[in-house]
């Protein structure tokens, strides 16, 4: 057996082994070098635009938007997916490949999916031959079932991004309240959308992902956070009734050629709004063409109240007992003069009992009634039933309307006030005040939310001057010397006031005028109050009465009708023929 006198010589090799073991070496380092300098010098360029067309991207993942309802649980505004589909495009194939239009495209593929977009075929195939490279949409907004077509066909460059697009059932009628977002869906932009925004879009997530140059998703990296869907609304809105006073101001808008009009319908015991609708409107689903038909003119818009404030005034003329509810009063033939400017009666007469004048609507018996009150007395009134600041309903845009100090008030704004000039509000604040002779002489705050419900109350009038003025304004409907004959609801009492004022504008009173009429029924027990206002009607009449009246008797009656509310007066013997009467002909069962 062989001795080895050191243990390195067991290692230790022969010198022609060492010299082919360091040549292997060598020629090692030599090929790693020459695949450097290759990969370097000669394809750097190849290299650099390969390893630019893959990037990590962190990819939103977007939030289902919460839903808006009505108070039947009916939809307002609701998010439905929808896919934006383009085409990755990475190269060109040269002329000759004449079935092939670019990568895995085809011309029945081409065929095939103008088909299922319902698109001219001519385009699309221009479209895709005009791209050299890169990545073009060919459809965005596309349906679920559209995206389910395409992804069977298995056409590798189709790509398909999922988006929400928010969709309003009820369109124009009920765009001013629940407003819209923007076009990807996302943001708020209008009403309760902007409103709420932060709750109802609520958290997008997001995944790491590596996509090439076209957009195509070529690893997922596992790094991700899930979206938190947004929080739901639930409004007090009544579709069917928004619906109904939508088309009533339409029609009657179109009827008078009057420049717009609102109308807000509340329930009288616990403030729900169930309407708050205006014209003219726009459609939230689409582009909207004017920003000013995007206004909610009825808490945006103000307006000097008119006639319909007297029932107000003289009511609490009644409260401070500085007249008699059976009093008569000298009208001196409907024409007073107070502070050097004149005051007159359309309809003018030497005396008028205290009901006469509501019922008539006297400017000098309201006049002569006002001057009874303290000015202090007066703006305490008004400002303690909201006049000149917001309600704060929940409402972007909500104006306050103004209500000037008592101290800065002349001997004629002070005889102005008492029949509705001097102060201007929105619709709402006028419908809030009128919440006073619905229950009582309690005044109930108007809410918008069907999940509010502490229904908040304050004494303003006694019960029993409260129920005297509501008897009053019962006469101006179901009298014949009313002035609101045309608000009349077969089977059903109303209690009710007309307006009629002239509109201010830059500086003075114009030739233009607000035509209104708020009311409340069954007037035995108020179940509703609403209010109608119609902007400068130029056709036929601008009277409160006759412009506003039937609008008010459209929706009231309807209302009425779809919550079963029980008749409060004998109907009309012929009209309940024709209720119950059986169609004959070519009706239809």
Sequence with gaps: MKQFSHQSDIFELSKNRRRVVLSLILLLFLMLFSRALYLQQIKKDFLQNKGDGFIVKNEVLQSYRGKIYDRNNNLLA??????????????????????????????????????????????????????????????????????????????????????????????????????????????????????????????????????????????????????????????????????????????????????????????????????????????????????????????????????????ISVAYAMEKKKIKHNEIIDTRDGFIRVGGRVIKDDHPQDQMSVKEIIQKSSNVGATKIGQRLESKDLWGLYNKLGFGAKINVGMPGESNGRLSEYSNWKEIDHATLTYGYGVNMNLLQLVKAYTVFANDGLMIKPKLYKNDNFVETERVLSSSTSKIMKDFMKSVVEEEEGTGTKARIPGYTVAGKTGTARKYHNGEYSKDYFASFIGMSPSSDPKFIAAVIVDTSTKKSFYGGAVAGPIFKDVMKNALKLYDVPYDKELNENLMNKMVKPQTGDAKL
């Excluded at 609701?78 to 990755?88: A, C, N, R, W, Y």
């Excluded at 092939?100 to 103008?114: H, P, Y």
């Excluded at 329930?267 to 909610?296: H, W």
């Design 78 to 311: 609701v998010s439905s997916p929808t896919f934006d589909i383009g085409l990755s495009i990475s190269h060109k194939l040269p002329k000759k490949h004449n079935d092939q239009i670019a990568d895995n495209l085809t011309k029945e593929n081409i065929n095939e999916i103008s088909k299922i977009l319902k698109t001219d075929e001519k385009i699309l195939l221009n479209k895709i031959k005009n791209k050299k490279k890169g990545y073009i949409y060919i459809q965005k907004r596309s349906s679920p079932e559209t995206a389910k077509k395409l992804t069977a066909m298995r056409i590798p460059v189709l790509n398909f991004e999922k988006k929400y697009t928010r969709y309003y059932p009820n369109r124009e009628a009920s765009a001013h309240v629940v407003g819209k977002t923007d076009l990807n869906g996302i943001e708020g932009t209008e009403g309760l959308e902007r409103q709420w925004d932060s709750i109802l879009k609520g958290e997008k997530g997001h995944k790491k992902v590596v996509v090439d140059g076209v957009k195509r998703v070529i690893d997922d990296l596992n790094d991700f956070k899930l979206p938190k869907n947004g929080s739901d609304i639930l409004t007090t809105i009544d579709n069917r009734l928004q619906h109904i006073a939508y088309e009533a101001l339409k029609k009657y808008i179109g009827r008078y050629e009057a420049n717009s009009g609102s109308a807000i319908l509340i329930d009288a015991k616990n403030g729900d709004i169930l309407v708050m609708t205006n014209f003219p409107s726009y459609n939230p689903n689409g582009v909207v063409k004017s920003y000013d038909s995007m206004r909610n003119r009825a808490i945006t818009d103000v307006f000097e109240p008119g006639s319909t404030l007297k029932p």
